[in-house]
C-alpha cells in the first residue's frame, strides 16, 4: 500500500489533537493523505479542520482503555501513529493503562488488521527498570508495539518546543508568577530539546516508509542544556529577572508530595503550572539526551535526513507574551 498515492491512502492519528498531534497532522495533510482523528473528545477537535482540505481530516471517537474502539478506528487504515501520552496520571487514566495497555491495544489491533505501517512516539528515557513510572509505562508500550508489528517505528523524542509546548510555556508562566524559581536538583539534568515541527517530520517520513521499521529512534535537537540553562534563557527572553534558587532532590519529592495531596483536596484544581508529581521529580534525576548508541547506529535526527532547529530559532517567537509588555515590548526579542 505504501507505493499508492497518499491522496488514496487514511492516516489513523491516536492523539491527533494533542500538541503534537496538530503537527503531525499538519505535515500529513501537506503530503496529501487524509487523515482519521482518534481522539476521546471529537468534538473538541474541530480546530483541526483548517489545516487541510474539505473532507480530507475526520476525527472519531477513540478511547485507548477500550479496545473495541481501538479497532473501529484503525479500520480501512493503510498506516496508524500512536501520539498518546500523559504526563500526570489521573483517575483511570494511569500510566500502565494509557502508555503501556493502551499502546499494547494500537499494536494489536493493527496486526488484527494487517497494518504493517505503524509509528509510536514514546519518550528518551524509557526503560523497563527505571524507577519513574512514567519511564517504565512508555518502555512496556514500545515493547508492546514491536511485539504485535515487527516493522513498527518508534520514536523518543527529547523534550519538545513549539507554541503550544509544556516546558518552555509552563517556565515561562511561572517566572510571571513567582518571584524566584526554583531548580529541582540544582538543575544540573541535561536535556536535548526538539522542536516539534522537526519530530512531526519525522513521523510523516516513517509513513512515507523512508525510515526502516523495527527500529527505536532517539530525537534530540542540536544543542544539549542544562535545565539552569534552559530556565535562565527563558527569564531572558520574556524580561524577567528572577533568582534560580537550587531544590535538592529530597525536598524536591516532598514539595510534589504535599502538591499530590493539595491537586487531590481541590479536585484538579491547582494551577497546573504549580503542578509537579514525584515522579516527575524521578524523571529530573536521568538526563534526557540522545545516547551515543543512537547516535552511532544511526538511530536520530541526521539518520533519517532531518537537519533539527535549535531553540534560539523558535522559542523567542511565542515567549513574547510572557513579556511584561507583550508584542508592545520595546526590548521584544525577534
Known amino acids: 500500500m505504501a507505493n499508492q498515492p497518499p491522496a488514496s491512502q487514511l492516516v489513523t492519528v491516536f492523539g491527533g489533537s494533542g500538541f503534537v498531534g496538530r503537527h503531525v497532522v499538519r505535515a500529513l495533510v501537506k503530503r496529501g493523505y487524509r487523515v482519521r482523528v482518534a481522539v476521546r473528545r471529537p468534538d473538541l477537535a474541530g480546530f483541526l479542520q483548517p489545516l487541510g482540505m474539505v473532507g480530507q481530516i475526520h476525527a472519531v471517537q477513540a478511547n485507548l482503555r477500550y479496545p473495541d474502539s481501538v479497532a473501529a478506528a484503525v479500520k480501512g487504515a ?3 501513529i500512536n501520539l498518546v501520552g500523559i504526563m500526570k496520571a489521573s483517575g483511570r487514566q494511569t500510566f500502565a493503562s494509557v502508555q503501556a495497555n493502551g499502546a499494547r491495544a494500537v499494536g494489536q489491533a ?3 488488521a494487517g497494518i504493517k505501517r505503524l509509528v509510536h512516539v514514546s ?4 526503560a523497563t527498570d527505571s524507577r519513574s513510572l512514567y519511564a517504565r509505562s512508555k518502555a512496556e508500550g514500545e ?25 518552555f510555556n509552563r517556565f515561562a508562566s511561572l517566572a510571571r508568577m513567582l518571584p524566584v524559581l526554583p531548580l529541582i536538583g540544582g538543575g544540573e539534568t541535561k536535556f536535548q530539546p526538539a522542536f516539534v515541527g522537526d519530530v512531526a517530520e519525522a513521523v510523516a517520513l516513517a509513513v512515507d516508509g523512508s525510515v526502516p521499521g523495527g527500529r527505536v529512534y532517539e530525537l534530540g535537537g542540536p544543542e544539549v542544556k542544562s535545565f539552569r540553562e534552559l530556565v535562565a ?19 524536591a519529592r516532598l514539595q510534589a508530595r504535599v502538591l499530590e495531596i493539595t491537586d487531590t ?8 503550572e504549580l503542578m509537579l508529581t514525584r515522579d516527575q521529580v ?43 509588555t507583550g508584542q508592545f515590548d520595546a526590548a521584544r526579542v525577534s
Open 78 to 80: 493503510d498506516a496508524v
Open 110 to 112: 493493527c496486526a488484527a
Open 123 to 126: 519518550a528518551i528515557g524509557a
Open 143 to 167: 515493547a508492546a508495539i514491536l511485539a504485535a508489528v515487527p516493522g513498527a517505528v518508534v520514536m523518543r523524542p527529547s523534550v519538545m518546543f513549539g507554541p503550544e509546548d509544556g516546558f
Open 233 to 251: 534563557y527563558i527569564c531572558e527572553v520574556t524580561g524577567r529577572k528572577r533568582p534560580l534558587v537550587s531544590l535538592p532532590f529530597p525536598l
Open 265 to 272: 483536596l481541590t479536585l484538579g484544581l491547582l494551577p497546573a
Open 282 to 324: 524521578t524523571l529530573l534525576e536521568s538526563d534526557n539526551i540522545v545516547s551515543h548508541a543512537a547516535r552511532a547506529e544511526g538511530r536520530d535526527f541526521e539518520a533519517i535526513g532531518i537537519a533539527p532547529v535549535s531553540v534560539e530559532a523558535v522559542v523567542p517567537s511565542y515567549l513574547w507574551r510572557f513579556r511584561k
